[in-house]
T-cell receptor
Framework: NAGVTQTPKFQVLKTGQSMTLQCAQD?????MYWYRQDPGMGLRLIYY???????DKGEVPNGYNVSRLNKREFSLRLESAAPSQTSVYFC????????????FGPGTRLLVL | DAKTTQPPSMDCAEGRAANLPCNHS???????VYWYRQIHSQGPQYIIH?????ETNEMASLIITEDRKSSTLILPHATLRDTAVYYC??????????????WGLGTSLAVNP
């Protein structure tokens, strides 16, 4: 049982390049989330997926797209990376978005030059 | 979701109890208090949550005041591995944003030898 896994661990991009951050969970959770964390700020929700086939915007969705590929996988895509998207990205999941706790992945550290 | 206020930093001697306070004076009746922690460079980790009764698990105890406007997370015998940022979060169950955790800056706890 690996929990929540994220790939890649580190990535350097040039401005304008695109990339997809991958997230998978093996806990049969319905809900999945993407957050970003910047120095001096708390985690901010980018997008979430309450269940397979649904996605909704969070607090800071601009510049990102998501895909809930199946129950296990939730990807985050940067179509045209900008230096402002330099951050640490965390994926999380929980069973149905109620009072159950969220389980987090190890994070992806992204640097956009 | 109600806003929370936490001291930015605290110190604790190894082996002693660490008491981390959190104010949530605007908490409403159906909102739970959650505590997470984030050890440097890792994803956040759930610790404990409660509604109005005190709670205890293998990691910590949560004391919620009778008026529910504040709470304290207690690590009974802090170790060096408990050095982390601790987040107090309040979240309701039935609001439209019930899947979203609103993260502040937390308390940076340093456990000293």
């Amino acid at each position: 049982n690996a929990g929540v896994t994220q790939t890649p661990k580190f990535q350097v991009l040039k401005t304008g390049q695109s990339m997809t951050l991958q997230c998978a969970q093996d806990m049969n959770h319905n809900s999945m989330y993407w957050y970003r964390q910047d120095p001096g700020m708390g985690l901010r929700l980018i997008y979430y997926s309450a269940s397979e086939g649904t996605t909704d915007k969070g607090e800071v969705p601009n510049g990102y797209n998501v895909s809930r590929l199946n129950k296990r996988e939730f990807s985050l895509r940067l179509e045209s990376a900008a230096p402002s998207q330099t951050s640490v990205y965390f994926c999380a999941s929980n069973s149905n978005g109620g009072q159950e706790t969220q389980y987090f992945g190890p994070g992806t550290r992204l640097l956009v030059l | 979701d109600a806003k929370t206020t936490q001291p930015p930093s605290m110190d604790c001697a190894e082996g002693r109890a660490a008491n981390l306070p959190c104010n949530h004076s605007t908490i409403s009746g159906n909102e739970y208090v959650y505590w997470y922690r984030q050890i440097h460079s890792q994803g956040p980790q759930y610790i404990i949550h409660g509604l109005k009764n005190n709670e205890t698990n293998e990691m910590a105890s949560l004391i919620i005041t009778e008026d529910r406007k504040s709470s304290t997370l207690i690590l009974p015998h802090a170790t060096l591995r408990d050095t982390a940022v601790y987040y107090c979060i309040v979240r309701g169950l039935n609001a439209g944003n019930n899947r979203k955790l609103i993260w502040g800056l937390g308390t940076s706890l340093a456990v000293n030898p």
